[in-house]
């Protein structure tokens, strides 16, 4: 079979939901690396990521096989990394890029964690990676590992655009363009941060509660201790990152144990800004009052808050804690001093 015949025998197969014995999803995936096909790329990936959404007790599994074929060869650097990302995909309304901001705000101060966030450029809003451009004026394709490495000794803080360490999924950009909603990439893509620290955790928002578990029995499989989160929204829907009017459900990951799942009552930020660069102003004059600032800086509080005890899951308690810390440094020049640094 070429490649466009067992993409196409593994659609039929998904949509009837009779994978066969010997199904393999790495074999699709090969086949999909190397098909030059857009739109039967994009028909794979949404006809998969339908098939997953029903059938999530087996969800890890092909998260791994992913893995296993993306992954490159991490870097190690001296010290502690708390490792970011988010898998996207949430479709939602407000379009601030929450993670991003809140990384800038936890890396400003000395948390004992160097911060290294891993993140990609939007597929139909701004991603993570087309906030930075636009924060740092630091173009996607320098935002690399040689570049975290130097960065992180004198500043803590390293941002590293997925595509310069794992060109594939450049490749399947125009595709995933065409998919009106996540794919099992979104999944994937936070598990492979290329860099780690003599001790390591890692923070990942993920856009659907129902995935919370997948992902986190993919992190213990692999070894990584951390969190994995997911806050409701608005109608219904789920976010990757803290929510901002009701509960955030998360799941610690030691090395041999998964937590109980436990719920973080956040409180209430009403806002309607919408626009990255105009929170950044925000955070870089020292206002914590904005309401879409102080926001940020509850996401903020919650990541540091995460390494509290590695494994475990964040109380409120705790997140309060570490709160009255970072709107005292935020309004002291913590992230103007960062940026500066940075760029």
């Not at 930075?132 to 655009?161: D, M, Y």
């Not at 930020?269 to 009052?289: K, P």
């Amino acid at each position: 079979m070429n490649d466009k015949d067992v993409l196409n025998a593994a659609i039929d197969w998904l949509v009837a939901d009779r994978l066969p014995n010997d199904f393999s999803f790495t074999t699709c995936l090969k086949a999909l690396f190397k098909c030059d096909d857009v739109p039967l790329i994009a028909r794979f990936l949404s006809e998969h990521f339908a098939w997953l959404r029903h059938n999530t007790a087996v969800a890890h599994e092909h998260i791994i096989e992913a893995f296993w074929l993306l992954k490159t060869e991490p870097v190690v650097v001296p010290g502690r990394v708390l490792q970011l990302g988010g898998t996207g995909g949430a479709g939602k309304s407000r379009r601030l890029n929450t993670t991003s901001l809140a990384t800038l705000v936890a890396a400003s101060v000395d948390s004992g964690w160097q911060i290294v966030k891993f993140g990609n450029s939007g597929q139909r809003t701004a991603g993570s990676t087309d906030f930075w451009e636009i924060a740092l004026g630091i173009p996607g394709s320098s935002l690399n590992v040689a570049r975290a490495t130097s960065t992180l000794p004198t500043t803590g803080l390293a941002i590293i655009h997925a595509r310069t360490v794992i060109p594939l999924l450049g490749k399947l950009r125009a595709a995933r363009q065409q998919v009106q909603g996540p794919t099992v990439l979104n999944l994937v893509g936070p598990l492979l941060h290329p860099i780690y620290g003599e001790e390591t955790m890692a923070a990942i928002g993920v856009f659907d509660e129902k995935f919370l578990m997948p992902v986190a029995h993919a992190m213990q499989q692999l070894g990584l201790s951390g969190v994995v989160y997911s806050g409701t929204g608005e109608h219904g829907s789920w976010l990757d990152e803290l929510s901002s009017d009701g509960m955030t459900y998360v799941i610690g990951i030691g090395r041999n144990e998964l937590y109980r799942p436990a719920t973080l009552l956040t409180q209430y930020f009403s806002t309607s800004e919408t626009v990255s660069a105009a929170v950044l102003d925000r955070l870089v004059q020292g206002d914590v009052e904005n309401p879409a600032a102080r926001w940020v800086i509850e996401n903020a509080a919650f990541l540091l808050a995460a390494t509290g005890r590695p494994g475990s899951a964040p109380n409120a308690a705790s997140v309060r804690e570490v709160t009255i810390t970072l709107n005292n440094a935020v309004r002291n020049g913590s992230v103007k001093r960062l940026i500066e640094a940075y760029r």
